[in-house]
């Protein structure tokens, strides 16, 4: 089995990681931290929105059984990407929507996403689109957080867009 990585951030990862993990080829999810700039980042430093970090979850794939741009389609469809900062209840930029692209293809690929979702719809779509840096790993009793609880899904998941 081939394996590849993404990372994505759409809001609490609590959620994310909850829709991604159900799809079939995705063999393993993470939540934690990418985009900032601050070593080691915690839960609560991030909460305070002061490490420039967002909440992410990483996906690793098998891409003969999923591909990334089926990754991508549930991505845009479990949250609202014209919200700059904020989902459902939850504001700040650790809740931003932030695709975290693994080599060129992926940037091409997520890009091209973007653009044809933005014809879809009149709203500004505001995910930002980078290589991805270094993710950190949030702390074990974020793992599988609503699995844990009992629960399908967050309470403050928005579809919009």
């Known amino acids: 089995m081939r394996s590849e990585t993404a990372t994505f951030a759409a809001g609490c990862f609590w959620g994310v990681e909850a829709e991604f993990r159900a799809l079939p080829g995705v063999t393993r999810t993470e939540v934690g931290y990418s985009g900032g700039d601050v070593e080691s980042p915690t839960y609560e430093r991030v909460c305070r929105g002061r490490t420039g970090h967002a909440e992410a979850v990483r996906v690793e794939f098998d891409p003969d059984a999923i591909s990334y741009e ?62 991805a840096g270094r993710f950190w790993a949030a702390e074990d009793y974020h793992q599988r957080y609503l699995e844990k609880q009992g629960r399908a899904s967050c309470a403050t998941t928005v579809n919009a867009a």
């Not at 014209?82 to 700040?92: A, C, K």
């Not at 930029?93 to 933005?118: K, M, P, W």
């Open 70 to 131: 089926d990754l991508l389609s549930r991505f845009w469809s479990i949250h609202n990407p014209t919200t700059r900062n904020r989902q459902g209840w939850d504001l700040g930029s650790q809740y931003r929507s932030a695709i975290f692209t693994n080599g060129d293809s992926q940037h091409v690929a997520a890009l091209a996403s973007r653009d044809a979702r933005q014809a879809q719809t009149r709203r500004e779509i505001v995910t930002e689109i980078e290589p």
